[in-house]
């Protein structure tokens, strides 16, 4: 997973993937089939292990808009940390975005879940008098959403960190 991650399904090679795993080729392609297949798998793999602590943050203890709040904090947190390489998902959207099958229509899917739970989280946030009347949840989700993409992009090609934290502290002034 980490290998794709860092380079994107191109610039992944097979000797990358097989040096990272510590096998040979006949041991990857009997256990994953071929490179596609083992994409797909640390994609899945990356999506199971992130999208629970998303959710928990966006469903946790505190109100629905400070939750939100959270969890746009922790994208910076994650875009900005040394790594630098920006979000798997969003990384696969770049990459494979334009296909109507396989990894790409697993990306959407999980991107549009978390933007439907924002839209819900913006609307309990407006119903408790957190969040203004006058902002639509679904525009605001999708800003969101597009944010962190942005943000990702961002990280991915290297951004301060300073540059990082002023889009989120930015974002987070929306949210009021």
């Given at each position: ?18 040096t990272a795993m510590g096998i040979n080729s006949g041991s ?146 929306f949210l009021r």
């Amino acid at each position: 997973m980490g290998v794709f991650w860092q380079k994107g399904y191109e610039g992944a090679s097979c000797e990358d993937l097989l040096t990272a795993m510590g096998i040979n080729s006949g041991s990857m392609y009997a256990a994953f089939g071929d490179k596609q297949s083992l994409y797909d798998r640390a994609f899945e793999h990356f999506c199971d292990t992130t999208l629970g602590p998303v959710l928990d943050i966006l469903n946790g203890p505190g109100s629905p808009l400070e939750n939100v709040r959270s969890l746009v904090r922790m994208w910076a947190d994650f875009m900005a940390g040394p790594d630098r390489k920006g979000c798997f998902i969003d990384n696969t959207l770049i990459e494979f975005g334009g296909e109507k099958s396989g990894v790409a229509e697993m990306a959407r899917a999980v991107t549009s879940r978390v933007q439907r739970v924002l839209e819900q989280k913006l609307g309990d946030a407006q119903e408790t008098g957190e969040l203004s009347d006058a902002v639509k949840p679904a525009d605001m989700a999708a800003f969101l959403i597009n944010t962190k993409q942005g943000l990702s992009v961002m990280s991915r090609a290297g951004a301060e960190e300073a540059a990082i934290r002023g889009v989120v502290n930015t974002t987070l002034s929306f949210l009021r």
